[in-house]
Nanobody
Framework: QLQLVGSGGGLVQPGGSLRLSCAAS????????IGWFRQAPGKEREGVSC????????KYADSVKGRFTISRDNAKNMTYLQMNSLKPEDTAVYFC????????????WGQGTQVTVSS
């Protein structure tokens, strides 16, 4: 089974940047769409971004469009989320997971990584 481990979270000031990484093991990554969703206390889970198997298709939540960029390196079994111009409302636990660029389902997520945007 594909296993996903996210990392790269931390504390950053508003306007700052972070890059999250998702390492895959168990199966070759290029069979799967992979993405990130986030969960903030008291809020519903929000799908942030998803990238197709080949990397040719991506989708983003409206709240992060123009600020976040998802990418992948199938040769390294890695997926990345570059987050720029971070806002306090981006504060959440971020999870990498299997997803569907053409759908809205999320599954097989691993341990999340905390992102805190605060001055």
């Amino acid at each position: 089974q594909l296993q996903l481990v996210g990392s790269g979270g931390g504390l950053v000031q508003p306007g700052g940047s972070l890059r999250l990484s998702c390492a895959a093991s168990g199966f070759a990554l290029d069979y799967y769409d992979i993405g990130w969703f986030r969960q903030a206390p008291g809020k519903e889970r929000e799908g942030v971004s998803c990238i197709s198997m080949s990397g040719g298709s991506t989708k983003y939540a409206d709240s992060v469009k123009g600020r976040f960029t998802i990418s992948r390196d199938n040769a390294k079994n890695m997926t990345y989320l570059q987050m720029n111009s971070l806002k306090p409302e981006d504060t959440a636990v971020y999870f990498c997971a299997q997803c569907e660029v053409s759908g809205s389902s999320w599954w097989n997520w691993g341990q999340g990584t905390q992102v805190t945007v605060s001055s």
